[in-house]
């Protein structure tokens, strides 16, 4: 067997192991979180001052504690010994205010306070892996919240008694239908909303198919509209129609009824054949190929391009691409929840170092795909109050369903991500940050996003967990072009599903000139007042004075030219499961 062989053969080997671990880890590395433990105890050994500092501080807050625990059994109205922080809802019910679950509640934030303590500002140990010690002890001493056991919380409790204990019966019931949905591979979601008929159904037809993208142009229903279209890239981790849900808070309905052409890229469901799929492919495939497509239907415009979430850092990267090549194509560039700066990206960040994107690699080699399940278990663990226990309280515990909506339909319509792109992204863009750096490659040479001309509007989230504000705000730093910049309430995509009407939405806004002296992003804040609405309308209105009047529609599609409506919006690719 000649050595190269020999060598891929041992290589496979390692592979299937890793593999074969992985879907006992849920995709995480041993090794990763084993190197970070270590650093963590090591460190922590041979500090006795901070053993000594831990150990009177546990000694202290124990007695305080006990005091305090006399006075409140007496006293209702005995402020707290430890109030939580602003985005921790868990106590918030005033029934955790009263004896004895006051003392529960606070014998568990003490618990968590001096975790905290004991896993931070610790000398020699590596911020990402005291970041990763954090965050695990935290994840682990959620588990164990009094919120989320039927004896220790007053709601369930008190649901209980006036319920007879039918909340059980029913927390049971739910508990059987979704292992049965899971076990089955059914959603209950798809029988209220159906893609199609009551979410992603603004009228349209599929003008353009390759393996990659399905193009959906939409009809128009104004009598005339505006010359440069809009194109739209969402991003391949998630179905496109979360910009188009129902009809009162769709993006593409807005943007038509404001007299937009419209032209929305629809994304294959990678399966194992794609595993060679690359990031070069996406650019090709997917925006090439797109506006390829819309300037035979609207010749001789330029294009409003718009990216959401990885969407928009494909885009951003297409954009530096066509600028450093002398491709004036794009009339303008929006960008929605979108990095292209990952040195501050995040908790997401946790998962990402050398030897976790090693694991992960040959777990998608593996496969030919990331799976949804490791995509959505990250997501979950980030959010972990939101996403799961409280989920798991009020589903289980108590008995209640939510009342499905839209977005939560189109949350658990979930996508993959094939190999080969995916080990580049989260290599090239997430660990080395090689377009921020000028060092990622498109067609063989290297791109700078400070190449861009088009004038740039971008959207950031207040409560965003997938792309913090503070990291998109830093394409400020990146660009050398006029720049509107949004901060939104709302998180990933409910701040960007922000239609006109929609309650309690609020927006600050500021556009910085390509000569401006640069702000930080936090006094870019205090500088700026919010408002109160949707950024939709301000955003509206930046398209119409970038574009150059309006004229009649163009038509459907272009049949001499290869681009004859195929089928009807929302096409097949949205369908693939």
């Not at 849920?26 to 053993?51: E, F, N, R, T, V």
């Not at 019966?169 to 899971?182: F, K, P």
């Not at 006029?482 to 309650?503: K, M, Q, R, W, Y």
Request: glycine share 6%; net charge negative; hydrophobic share 35%.
């Amino acid at each position: 067997m000649p050595q190269s062989s020999l060598h891929d053969l041992k290589n496979n080997i390692d592979r299937v192991i890793h593999a074969m671990e992985s879907r006992f880890t849920q995709g995480m590395s041993p090794a990763s979180l084993s190197l970070a433990y270590l650093d963590w105890l090591i460190h922590l050994s041979h500090s006795p001052g901070k053993i000594s500092e831990l150990a009177e501080n546990i000694s202290r807050k124990t007695q305080a504690l006990a005091l305090w625990s006399t006075r409140a059994a007496v006293d209702p109205n005995t402020p707290p010994l430890i109030t939580p922080l602003a985005q921790d809802r868990r106590f918030k019910d005033p029934a955790w205010n009263t004896f004895p679950f006051n003392v529960m509640a606070q014998s568990f934030l003490m618990r968590e306070q001096w975790w905290h303590y004991a896993t931070t500002g610790i000398p020699g140990v590596g911020r990402h892996h005291e970041n990763v010690v954090s965050f695990s002890a935290r994840q682990l001493l959620d588990v164990f919240s009094p919120t989320n056991f039927p004896t220790t919380n007053p709601k369930v409790i008190e649901k209980t008694v006036e319920s007879g204990g039918m909340n059980l019966v029913q927390g049971m019931q739910n508990l059987l239908e979704d292992m049965q949905e899971y076990i089955m591979g059914t959603s209950r979601q798809c029988s209220e909303y159906c893609v199609g008929k009551n979410i992603g159904a603004t009228k349209g037809q599929v003008i353009y198919k390759n393996r990659l993208i399905e193009l959906i142009q939409y009809e128009p229903t104004t009598k005339d509209v505006y010359a440069e279209p809009v194109l739209i890239i969402p991003a391949w981790i998630m179905k496109y129609y979360i910009l188009d849900l129902s009809e009162h808070n769709s993006m593409v309905r807005y943007l038509v009824d404001k007299g937009h052409t419209v032209f929305m890229v629809s994304w294959h469901n990678p399966e194992a054949e794609d595993r060679d799929m690359q990031i070069r492919d996406y650019i090709n495939r997917g925006v090439r190929d797109a506006l390829r497509a819309i300037n035979s239907i609207v010749p001789e415009q330029k294009v409003h391009t718009v990216g959401y979430c990885l969407g928009g850092t494909l885009l951003a990267t297409a954009a530096a691409a066509a600028a450093r090549d002398g491709n004036d194509q794009m009339k303008s560039i929006s960008l929605f929840t979108a990095q292209t700066d990952f040195t501050e990206a995040g908790e997401l960040m946790l998962f990402i170092d050398e030897s976790q994107l090693s694991y992960m690699e040959d777990m998608m080699w593996d496969r030919g795909y990331l799976d949804t399940n490791q995509m959505a278990g990250a997501f979950t663990l980030l959010r972990s109050y939101d996403l799961l226990w409280s989920r798991l309280v009020s589903e289980y515990l108590l008995g209640e369903r939510p009342h499905m909506n839209d977005l939560m339909a189109w949350n658990s319509d979930s996508t993959r991500m094939p190999y080969k792109m995916h080990s580049q992204y989260l290599r090239q863009m997430f660990l080395n940050n090689d377009l921020a750096s000028g060092r990622f490659t498109v067609d063989d040479r290297p791109v700078s996003l400070h190449d861009i001309r088009a004038p740039i509007f971008s959207v950031a989230t207040e409560t965003d967990h997938v792309a913090p504000w503070h990291s998109v705000y830093k394409l400020h730093g990146l660009v050398n072009t006029d720049l509107t910049f949004v901060l939104t309430s709302g998180g990933h995509n409910a701040g960007i599903v922000s239609e006109p009407g929609h309650p309690r939405r609020s927006y600050r806004i500021a556009t910085s000139l390509k000569d401006d002296k640069y702000i930080p992003a936090d006094d870019w804040v205090t500088r700026n007042e919010p408002h109160t609405g949707s950024w939709w309308e301000p955003w509206s209105e930046w398209l119409a004075e970038h574009s150059s009047g309006r004229t009649a529609p163009p038509p459907m599609g272009n049949r001499e030219a290869g681009y004859a409506p195929i089928c009807p919006a929302p096409g097949s690719y949205v369908l693939e499961k």
